[in-house]
């Protein structure tokens, strides 16, 4: 069964709306969590690490107060796209760690935001 | 973290031997190579992970050469729902595990 649950699946909204996704662990705690970023047809673009406690860690060219992120627990991590605009519209994937000592990721489902 | 290159697309047909080869010329000692699978509108899932040699689960076989500057992913006998994109990566188990992947391989099954 799912191991990292997302939340909405998918949501559209209006251009200059802001937009709130979840990722969970379920079953066990993760400290770190990431967030990516899919368009259509292209491969996982790393967007942040989400930090239990701390502030997150942006990639280079990612707005860090576009792309507001919050790992207020050790179960859960928001993403919440500010002022969103129709280039935002995007597939977007979060994933935590196995645990310590394991390399495997589980990723959640993704959630699709459409941004008219 | 090691790059790596995979051919963008591949074809087979049902019950074939599938096999994708990803090439990590600047694989570091510790780094291990790992696997995932991504259907259209879903995260991806993870398949297989090596370090050297060969590792098989249910559901496919990683070969790892000496030098390890290479992989090859191998899944036996395909069938039409195995039509995904394969994503190799290679990374630090004990690092921050961040993943950056690549273009993947875009495998389509035909009956």
């Keep these: 069964g799912a191991v990292v649950s997302q939340h909405p699946s998918r949501v559209i909204c209006k251009s200059g709306t802001s937009v709130k996704i979840e990722c969970r662990s379920l079953d066990f705690q993760a400290t770190t969590m990431f967030w990516y970023r899919q368009f259509p047809k292209q491969s996982l673009m790393l967007m942040a690490t989400s930090n239990e406690g701390s502030k997150a860690t942006y990639e280079q060219g990612v707005e860090k107060d576009k792309f507001l992120i919050n790992h207020a627990s050790l179960t859960l991590s928001t993403l919440t796209v500010t002022s969103a605009h129709p280039e935002d519209s995007s597939f977007y994937i979060c994933s935590a760690p196995r645990g310590q000592g394991h390399h495997e990721q589980y990723f959640g489902p993704g959630t699709r935001l459409t941004v008219t | ?111």
């Design chain 2, 1 to 111: 973290l090691a790059k790596t290159t995979q051919p963008i697309s591949m074809d087979s047909y049902e019950g074939q031997e599938v096999n994708i080869t990803c090439s990590h010329n600047n694989i570091a000692t510790n780094d291990y190579i790992t696997w995932y699978q991504q259907f259209p509108s879903q995260g991806p899932r993870f398949i297989i992970q090596g370090y050297k040699t060969k590792v098989t689960n249910e559901v496919a076989s990683l070969f790892i050469p000496a030098d390890r500057k290479s992989s090859t992913l191998s899944l036996p006998r395909v069938s039409l729902s195995d039509t995904a994109v394969y994503y190799c990566l290679v990374g630090d188990k004990d690092s921050s595990y961040k993943l950056i992947f690549g273009s993947g391989t875009r495998l389509l099954v035909r009956p």
